[in-house]
């Protein structure tokens, strides 16, 4: 059984966000780049499945769509315990793009399995997961906070409000993994890093693609105002900021 984790490659959360050319692109110089949160999580996973002697998982190949200022970002995956990478040589403009370039790959390459992030943290749009699902027809769960193999009994469970959901499915099937799926992610050992080098990173030419979205522009959020503080007995002054000011009530 081999399983695909789609790994973004996103800027360090410690990042100061800077935009250019109007706004309209994100600046990154001098960001430090980092496996997505989510996907990182997926990847930790895979590997425990991997490990547990109880089911059939003999490869981990972690797939990235963009340039190869990526290689970084995925020999970690490699060095974090991933059998092998592949990257797709293209920019990732939109999630449509992304999951079809996945979904390409994935034809010509079977997987028992795909893991994605449930969104990446640079642009939060919780939707390659699905739409790759739907490019293969294959069935697709999100919000999977659990996945255990037993043979051919597959259960993943599922956040929902007020609790969680159990199913059962077949291979493949893809599922959308949040936190839960994992308790922490796997740090890369000397030894890993070493191995990693070695390690296959195949850099495959993109398909032709449809991009169906374009950003326009990009706004930061407003700056944080000044730090007010009120008197405890001047109950009817916070009523007013909060209904008025912050506009909350």
């Not at 995925?74 to 996945?102: E, T």
């Not at 969680?164 to 890369?188: D, H, M, S």
């Not at 080098?197 to 693609?209: C, F, I, T």
């Not at 944080?224 to 916070?238: D, P, R, V």
Request: with cysteine; net charge negative.
């Amino acid at each position: 059984m081999k399983i695909l984790v789609c790994i973004s490659n996103v800027p360090d959360t410690t990042t100061k966000v800077k935009f250019k050319e109007g706004d309209s692109l994100f600046d990154d110089s001098g960001v430090q780049w980092i496996i997505n949160p989510w996907d990182e999580l997926a990847l930790t996973r895979a590997l425990e499945l991997k490990e547990d002697a109880g089911n059939s998982v003999n490869e981990i190949c972690v797939i990235h769509v963009g340039g190869a200022g990526a290689d970084a970002t995925l020999r970690k995956a490699l060095a974090i315990g991933a059998d092998k990478a592949v990257r797709i040589d293209a920019c990732p403009a939109d999630a449509y793009h992304v999951a079809g370039q996945i979904a390409e790959f994935l034809k010509e390459n079977p997987f028992d399995i795909v893991f994605s992030g449930i969104e990446s943290s640079d642009y939060n749009g919780s939707s390659v997961g699905a739409m790759i699902a739907e490019f293969m027809d294959y069935p697709g769960i999100s919000s999977v906070t659990a996945v255990n193999l037993d043979d051919d009994d597959i259960q993943l469970s599922r956040a929902i409000p007020g609790g969680k959901q159990v199913l059962k499915t077949e291979t493949p099937f893809v599922a959308v993994v949040q936190k839960g799926i994992a308790n922490e992610p796997r740090i890369p050992s000397m030894r890993g890093i070493m191995m990693a080098r070695k390690k296959p990173l195949e850099v495959k030419a993109a398909a032709e693609m449809d991009v169906l979205t374009k950003s326009v522009k990009f706004e930061l959020p407003a700056e944080k105002g000044a730090c007010k503080m009120i008197e405890s007995e001047s109950a009817e002054q916070l009523v007013d900021l909060l209904k008025n000011e912050a506009k909350v009530l």
